[in-house]
């Protein structure tokens, strides 16, 4: 047999090798210059990257300052606050104790000033539940501003002897007007109370009454054991229509529906109050399944700036004209 048969495997086995051999190179070269890129060129780009995922710039505002009235007297101060929120909203009665002794662990109140302040809560909260249920069918010349300030009573005065004496009073007032009269509106969410087209409309209106804002009953019925201070403020904190789901402020609406003799309710989707602007549609379903018309309207209750005072104005008009047709309908 010819010599050169005998090697033909044998150098296509060295070709072969030699491709392998290149190819081999060609890779460890590219990962060479692939880690010389990374470690050297682009060092920096990853290592703020790897401490990116450790640490985070937050911006935090500077105090506002003092702000003094022209004779002197405080009128705003800096000063540290908790927000609290428990969830769920159906907890059992040991949940509700532990979060009480947790409240009592941050507030570090005087037990005896703040069982007086929680007697004058459940006698507040008393009070405003009978002047929600004396306004049914009752003539009401309510404003909206007077509506969305009850707010503050209903919040952040809520245990002082002043607010007590707000709610006794506005429970002598319901009692004295006159009964019938006028479409009846339930407002959900903020008022905007400085809001031209809101005012002209709704202010001591004996035709288009704003009866009450859900805001202003999100803790009725809520009793407050001024011997279980913690326990009561947890309750009240944990059993408001705003914690939790979406179905609980569709209820207490309902409620306030029946109670009231509600003609409309209009929900208003307050810029940047996801909770209420997710809540929307849902609300709008339930409350027009049983009967009580709602109108949607978008605005900010704070901003003046992201007010819509033509929107606002056309949508109120078209919306009462609908309420006094109906009305019309079933004399």
Known sequence: MPKFLRTLPERGFRRRARAVAVLFCAVCLGLAVRLFFLQVRTDGFYADRAQGQQLRDTVVPADRG?????????????????????????????????????????????????????????????????????????????????????????????????????????????????????????????????????????????????????????????????????????????????????????????????????DGVVYFCQWGCKQTMGAAQLFKSALEAEGYPVLLLDGDGCDRANTMDGQTATRLDAFLEMLHSKQEALV
């Not at 004779?71 to 428990?86: F, I, K, P």
């Not at 007697?119 to 007077?146: C, F, I, P, W």
């Not at 009866?211 to 913690?230: E, Q, R, S, V, W």
């Open 66 to 262: 003092r702000i003094y009235s022209a004779d002197g007297l405080l009128l705003a101060a800096n000063s540290s606050c908790w927000t609290l929120r428990a969830s769920p909203r159906e907890m059992p009665e040991e949940k509700i104790t532990l979060a009480a002794h947790g409240l009592a662990e941050i507030l570090e109140l005087d037990e005896a000033a703040l069982q007086q302040a929680v007697a004058h809560s459940g006698r507040t909260l008393e009070l405003l539940q009978q002047a929600q249920a004396a306004k049914a069918g009752r003539n009401l010349h309510n404003d909206v501003t007077s509506e969305f300030y009850e707010v503050f009573v209903t919040h952040t005065m809520l245990g002082t002897p002043q607010a007590e004496q707000y709610a006794r009073k506005l429970l002598a007032d319901i009692e004295a007007s006159p009964m019938g009269g006028g479409t009846r509106l339930l407002w959900a969410h903020a008022v905007p109370f400085y809001q031209a087209p809101v005012r002209e409309r709704l202010n001591f209106s004996a035709e288009n009454q704003l009866i009450t804002c859900d805001m202003n009953a999100d803790t009725l019925g809520c009793y407050m054991d001024p011997d279980k201070p913690f326990e009561s403020m947890a309750a009240r904190l944990v059993n408001n229509i705003f914690n939790g789901s979406a179905q609980h402020r569709i209820q207490r609406a309902l409620e306030l529906c029946r109670m009231q003799q509600i």
